[in-house]
C-alpha cells in the first residue's frame, strides 16, 4: 500500500510541476494557521502513516509522515523513553511529519535542545517527484551537505517529507518542578546564572505584564539525577524561597505551556497578534515603549531562559515593524506566532532584514531552485 500512495504523491506533484500549480502539505492540520496565509490546494500525508523501526536500544525511531505524533510519543513511554524537545500538539491530529516540518519545540528545549538537531535521515519527494533519502539512523552518517537537517522549520515549502528518523532519549529519573513570584529582571539574572552551572535545569517559564514594577510568577522545572534534582531543589527553595508544585499540577502546567493552553495565551483580539521572540540568552528585559497602552497592560510570557519570549501586541504594521526591530537589535528575530482574526500580511522577520543572515537568502533560493525548480511547494508560508 506504501508504494501506491508513494505514486500517488509522486502524480500529484508531477501534475501540479506541469500545471504550475502549488501544493500545500498537510497532515493532521494542526497547525494550519501557523506561516503566512495559505490557500492553495491540500497534499494530504495523515493515510501515510505507521512506525517503520524503533530500536529502543539505539535511541532511535523512524516513522512515516502521517504517523500521529501521539502514536510516537505512546510508543516511546513504553520504553520509558520521549521526544527530548517536546513538540508542542497544537490539536489532537497533530502528525510526525507536521512536527518536523513545523519545527518547533516546547519547555524542554532550552536543555535538550532544538528538533533539527534530532533529525539523523529523511526520505522526501522533491518537486519533481523523485523520491530521495538523506542521512540514515546514527548521529555519524553524513557526508556532504545535511539535507535532512534543512527540513525542520521549513513549513512544507523545500519537499515533501515521506519518512523521518529522529532520536530519542531516555526519560530522566526524577524531576522537580518549583515556583516563587520574581520581577522580569530578576528572573532573567538568576536563570542565566544558573544555566552556568551543572545544576539539572530542564525548563523554565515566566509570566508577568508589561509593568516592571510587578513581580510575576518563575516556574522551574529540574530533570536529572535523583541526588542532584534535589539538590538544586533545596537551593532554590532557599535561594527564592520558591514552593514546590505536586507532580500532577507540575504535569499539567508544562503540558498547558507546551501547548499554549494557559489562561495567559488566551487573550488575542481581532487586531492583536502573539509575537514570538527568539532572543540570545544575555538580553535583559525588553521595554515594549511607543506601543498602546492596552497592549502594555498584557501578559508577558518568557521561556527557555529568556531566550524565547512571548508578548501580545497591536497587529498592525507599525507594530510589527518595530517589534521586528527591536528583536533585531538585541541579536534576534520575531514574528507573528498566533494572529487575530484580521490577520496579517507578512507573519516572519525575513532573513533579508537581518544583518547576519543575509547570505542565507542566496543559498536559500539556490536550494528551492534545486529541489522544487517548478515552484510546487512555493505556498508562502515561510517567506
Known amino acids: 500500500m506504501s508504494d501506491v500512495q508513494i505514486q500517488q504523491f509522486r502524480d500529484q506533484i508531477q501534475t501540479a510541476a506541469h500545471a504550475n500549480t502549488v501544493l500545500s502539505i498537510e497532515g493532521g492540520g494542526s497547525k494550519a494557521w501557523y506561516g503566512n496565509p495559505n490557500t492553495h490546494k491540500k497534499l494530504l500525508t495523515s493515510s501515510f502513516h505507521g512506525i517503520l ?17 501521539s502514536t510516537i510519543e505512546a510508543v516511546l513511554a513504553e520504553k520509558n523513553q ?21 519545527g518547533l519545540a516546547g519547555p524542554g528545549r532550552i ?7 534530532y533529525v539523523l535521515g529523511t526520505r522526501l519527494m522533491d518537486g519533481q517527484g523523485h523520491d530521495l533519502l538523506f542521512g ?15 527540513l525542520p522549520g521549513s513549513l512544507g515549502t523545500f519537499a515533501l517529507i515521506l519518512e523521518a528518523s529522529v532520536k530519542v532519549l531516555p526519560k530522566p529519573a526524577a524531576t522537580a518542578s518549583l515556583r516563587c513570584s520574581i520581577s522580569e529582571a530578576r528572573a532573567l539574572t538568576v536563570l542565566n546564572k544558573w544555566a552556568g552551572q551543572p545544576l539539572p ?3 523554565s517559564c515566566w509570566i508577568g505584564t508589561g509593568d516592571t514594577n510587578t513581580d510575576g510568577e518563575l516556574t522551574i522545572r529540574l530533570a ?7 539538590s538544586a531543589t533545596a537551593l532554590m527553595k532557599t535561594t527564592l524561597g520558591a514552593s514546590e508544585l505536586d507532580p500532577a499540577t507540575a504535569d499539567v502546567f508544562w503540558h498547558n505551556l507546551r501547548e499554549q493552553q494557559l489562561d495567559c495565551f488566551h487573550d488575542l483580539g481581532g487586531d492583536e497578534v502573539l509575537y514570538r521572540l527568539a532572543l540570545p540568552a544575555i538580553c535583559p528585559a525588553i521595554q515594549f515603549t511607543g506601543f498602546s497602552s492596552s497592549a502594555a497592560s498584557h501578559k508577558r510570557i518568557l521561556e527557555w531562559h529568556g531566550q524565547q519570549r512571548w508578548w501580545y501586541g497591536p497587529g498592525d504594521a507599525a507594530t510589527q515593524a518595530k517589534v521586528k526591530a527591536k528583536a533585531i537589535e538585541h541579536g534576534g528575530h520575531a514574528s507573528c506566532f498566533r494572529v487575530g482574526s484580521h490577520g496579517v500580511d507578512q ?4 532573513l533579508s532584514d537581518q544583518a547576519h543572515s543575509k547570505a542565507l537568502v542566496a543559498v536559500q533560493n539556490q536550494l528551492r531552485k534545486a529541489f522544487d525548480p517548478s515552484g510546487v511547494f512555493a505556498t508562502g508560508r515561510l517567506p
Open 201 to 203: 535545569l530542564s525548563a
Open 53 to 69: 523501526d524503533y530500536q529502543p536500544e539505539e535511541l532511535v525511531i523512524t516513522a512515516r509522515a502521517g504517523t500521529p505524533l
Open 82 to 102: 520521549m521526544l527530548a524537545f517536546e513538540p508542542p500538539h497544537f490539536g489532537g491530529h497533530a502528525t510526525f511529519g507536521g512536527a518536523v516540518s513545523a
Open 347 to 350: 507573519r516572519f522577520t525575513l
Open 111 to 117: 536543555s535538550g535542545g532544538n528538533l533539527r538537531g
Open 224 to 230: 536529572g539525577a535523583i541526588a542532584a534534582v534535589h
Open 136 to 150: 540514515g539512523k546514527v548521529m555519524k552518517n553524513v557526508a556532504g551537505y545535511d539535507v535532512s537537517r534543512l
